[in-house]
Structures are given as C-alpha cells and as structure tokens.
C-alpha cells in the first residue's frame, strides 16, 4: 500500500483558481504525502476519497460516472479504452471498499454482480470534483510574441527534421505549437523538399488548389487575389471552408532580385491585447459569427473548383476555460454582417440594434488596428533555402505587394491538418518521453 500511495501522491497539486492555456499541464506542486492510506466515504450517490486523515483533501465520484467508467475488461476493449457495453442503465451500489491486496484502488460491487476496480492514479488523474486537488498533467507552454522574435524566430535545419530518430522532428512540431510558425533553413530549394516535410508529419490535404500548388510572379494565371501581384493584409487562409487548413507550408524554391517581405502575426497575442482593453470587445468578437465567401475561381479540365461549404464562425475560437484556442481572420473574404450576427451581438451586449452595430464595428476596428500596428508584425524576407511552416488556426500572415523589376519568384505551398500534425506530436511524446 505504501508504494501505491507514493504513485499517486505524487502526482497530486494544488488547485489553482487560474488554468493556463496549456495542453496536458510537468513541474507541479504535491501534496504532503499523508501517514495513512486513503479512506472511502460511501454517500447516498457518490463515493468520496479522502485523499489525507484530515480530510481536507478530496474528490468524490458519482456512482453513474464510476458505472460509466469501468475499466476492466468486459466493460472496456483493451485496445482504443471503447466501451463494450451499455453502461448508463444501471449504477446501483451493492458496495464499496478498499482491497485488502495493497492494489491502492476503490472496488465498487454493483446490484448486478458486477465488480468495478479503480486504481488511486486513475481516480486521481480523473477527478472532476474535489477539495485541493487538481488532475495532474504535462504541459506545452504557448509563448505570445510580437515584432521583436525577429531577433531569435524558432528555427530548424532541414537535415535534421529528415533524420530518422524523430527527436528534431518533435522539437519541430513543439516549435510549432509554442510560436504558431517554425523556419526550416538549409531545405534544398525545390516543391519535393518541402513535401518531404509535409509527409513526415502528415498526409498533405488535397483541396481545390491540389496537394502542393504554385505561383509564379509576373506569370499569374489564376484570377484569385492569392496569386496576384498586389499586397496580401493579413489572413487565415480558406475561411470559407469548414475544414479549414492546419498546418501551412510556403517554399520559395527559385528567386531573381530581392523578392518580397512576408509578414507574420500572432492572434494569440493580439486577442490577450483586445481582452485587456476592452472586454466588451473580446465578447463580441468570440460569440458573433460571421460569414466569409467561399467563391473561389480556378478552372482545371474545364472544371470551375467554387467551395462547397459556408461557415459561421467567431472571430476568436475559446476554450471551456475562455482562452483563445482560434483565430477565423480573412478582412478580404468577409461578407456582409447579418440578421443573425447582429441578434447575437444585441444578446451579448443587452442592448438595441444600433448600439450593437456600432460596437461590433468598433471592436473589429480595434482588432485591425493591432493587427496593421508594426509592434505586432514579424516581417522578413522568404529567400530560397528557407521553409516556412505556421498555424493556420493561430497566425495571421501575409506579404508586401510585388514590385516592377523585383524579378522571377517561384513558390509553393501545402497544408496538413490540425489534427494530423497535433496527433504526431502527442505520438512522438508518447514514443520519446514517456
């Protein structure tokens, strides 16, 4: 019993009244590791943990949540933890103890003769309602950033995201997470290199655009703005798609002259700004959607490729604990505000139609002010030899217009998935660090 409650001891931690924007938060405080072995309260419909003898430390399980969630063989498939069968008719107790074998788990009997076992860790792990005690988790940090990362972006060489121990290509794809954007330098200047790449994250989506795509400047022939020679604001690519892009990949491969600055921004960044100055704003901007055209004209084989799709989405995407996890940006594409958005403006303000189109237009305007403000702006020059990679569900990027006499510039470009490149990082964590 002692080592169990060593196990699971230590990976308890103080309850924060804050949640960081963090995936599976690694350094965590414990708890002092008690003299006694927990102790079980059966309730009327639940069962509480006492976690230390003065049971100020707790969580307590509902018996259909415990029902719900038996592990044990005939409830669970060993192989993807899917449930077998149905677990939500009955959850009535027959009894609850602790195994006298120093297992370190609660065994609950249930009215049917069936026998669930939970182990300390898993309860631990799993607790959703408790006194002091917090699931324990690794965290990925997320760093906001504005114009200044100029001085040190996160860089990688392209020999060693190829390499086969998967090492460079982790610290690759936690690059990505952290900044949104990772540049691959020393990638041979050619379309293969960078689907090289792409491939060891992930299948490459194929849209309407195909696989890999290219532009040429001064040799457009493609009408839609992306392949044209005038500047490009600061987007999301596809927003009038549901299945927007993840993971972007842009490789300038053949340069004559100086080329173009692109430019780089972080939302995550400028959405901690509009909450700062104005929460109203923020409110408005995460629970008004608006609607972006999806007419997209590239005829191949006779063919005109248009989207199919049309989406609502906010402005900025939050999580269950309010913190920004998206950005749905596209100043070009936006179409018209509607009846709905402005019903859901007026709900979230409580107030009339006029002052609700006005504030939403005030809060968009604020928005586009941080976004055109060179405080937030990474602005480089994209040369042959350097790969870019950046979130599309969190970067805003772009470029200054083409130039006369700036000379031949070939690019290309693919995408991969959110979720593609998200479960090969989780992956390579799994393989690599546990």
């Given at each position: ?8 001891v ?8 804050h949640?960081?924007?963090v ?8 708890l002092t590791i ?9 309730k ?8 230390s ?10 018996f259909?949540w415990?029902?719900?969630n038996?592990?044990?063989?005939l ?20 009894d609850v ?5 120093e297992?370190?788990?609660?065994e609950?009997?249930?009215?049917d003769?069936?026998?669930s076992q939970f ?7 799993n ?7 917090l ?11 504005d114009s200044?990362?100029?001085?040190n972006?996160?860089?990688?060489k392209y ?5 086969d121990?998967n ?18 330098e ?10 090289a790449?792409?491939k060891?994250i992930?299948?490459?989506s ?7 795509w ?11 703005m ?8 600061p987007h999301?690519?596809m927003m ?12 300038v ?9 692109s430019l ?7 959405a ?12 408005l ?10 007419k997209?004209?590239?005829t ?7 989207g ?9 995407t939050?999580?269950?604990n309010?913190?920004v996890?998206k ?10 505000m ?42 480089f020059?994209l040369k ?18 083409f ?16 979720d593609e490149w998200?479960?090969?990082m ?9």
């Amino acid at each position: 019993m002692r080592s169990a409650m060593l196990s699971f001891v230590s990976r308890a931690v103080l309850l924060s009244k804050h949640v960081p924007r963090v995936i599976y938060p690694v350094q965590r405080a414990a708890l002092t590791i008690p003299t006694v072995a927990p102790t079980v309260d059966k309730k009327d419909r639940c069962v509480v943990v006492n976690w230390s003898s003065e049971k100020s430390e707790w969580s307590k399980y509902h018996f259909p949540w415990l029902r719900d969630n038996c592990q044990c063989s005939l409830c669970r498939d060993s192989n993807f933890s899917q449930r077998l069968l149905n677990t939500l008719e009955d959850a009535t107790p027959a009894d609850v103890r602790i195994p006298d074998d120093e297992s370190g788990s609660v065994e609950v009997e249930w009215a049917d003769g069936h026998c669930s076992q939970f182990s300390y860790d898993w309860l631990l792990t799993n607790s959703y309602c408790h006194n002091k005690v917090l699931t324990p988790k690794r965290t990925r940090e997320v760093t906001l950033w504005d114009s200044s990362i100029k001085d040190n972006p996160p860089k990688m060489k392209y020999g060693d995201i190829m390499q086969d121990d998967n090492q460079s290509l982790l610290a690759l794809l936690r690059n990505l997470y952290q900044y949104g954007f990772t540049l691959v330098e020393d990638t041979p200047p050619r379309p293969e290199t960078m689907e090289a790449v792409g491939k060891r994250i992930g299948a490459i989506s194929n849209n309407f655009f195909g696989a890999l795509w290219f532009m040429e400047a001064g040799n457009m022939t493609v009408t839609h703005m992306s392949y044209g020679e005038k500047k490009i604001a600061p987007h999301n690519d596809m927003m009038g798609f549901n299945d927007t892009p993840g993971l972007f990949f842009f490789h300038v491969y053949e340069l004559e002259g100086e080329g173009t600055d692109s430019l780089l921004i972080d939302s995550f960044r400028l959405a901690s700004e509009v909450k700062k100055h104005n929460m109203e704003y923020f409110d408005l901007l995460s629970k008004v959607s608006l609607t972006y055209t999806n007419k997209y004209s590239e005829t191949r084989d006779g063919v005109l490729h248009n989207g199919i799709y049309e989406e609502y989405p906010t402005t900025f995407t939050v999580d269950r604990n309010g913190e920004v996890v998206k950005i749905r940006l596209s100043q070009a594409d936006r179409k018209p505000m509607d009846s709905i958005a402005l019903a859901q403006a007026m709900k979230v303000l409580s107030c009339d139609a006029d002052e609700a189109m006005d504030k939403m237009y005030k809060a968009l305007r604020y928005l586009h002010s941080l976004i055109y403000d060179p405080k937030y702006m990474y602005k480089f020059r994209l040369k042959p030899g350097t790969l870019m990679l950046c979130d599309n569900h969190r970067l805003l990027h772009g470029r200054d217009e083409f130039t006369k006499g700036m000379g031949r510039r070939k690019a290309c470009g693919l995408y991969v998935s959110q979720d593609e490149w998200h479960a090969k990082m989780k992956l390579l964590e799994s393989e690599l660090l546990d």
